[in-house]
């Protein structure tokens, strides 16, 4: 349970996505470190489901357990239009 957006702003991280695991949740590899987390996608019920090639930037909520896992907020913007 999140308590506060003190703690929330604490475990949120930057990343690259590294692939997908065998139930389809992305792979991330924190930016400070070789830790890989499984995450879901953070995504608007209405909307389609958003596409993350290897390599993508990101910006991910590490779960608040010991646990290698989280939630993909976004993708880092940038890039020509």
Do not use: N
Not at 29 to 58: H, K, N
Not at 62 to 81: H, I, T
Request: charge should be negative; include cysteine; hydrophobic fraction near 40%.
């Amino acid at each position: 349970m999140v308590d506060s957006y003190q703690e929330v702003a604490a475990r949120m991280r930057r990343g690259t996505i590294t692939g997908w695991s065998a139930d389809r949740r992305l792979l991330v590899r924190a930016e400070w470190s070789e830790q890989v987390f499984i995450c879901d996608v953070l995504r608007l019920i209405a909307g389609p489901r958003l596409e993350y090639p290897v390599g993508t930037g990101v910006v991910f909520l590490a779960s608040d357990d010991e646990q290698e896992s989280g939630y993909v907020l976004g993708a880092l913007g940038g890039g020509a239009s």
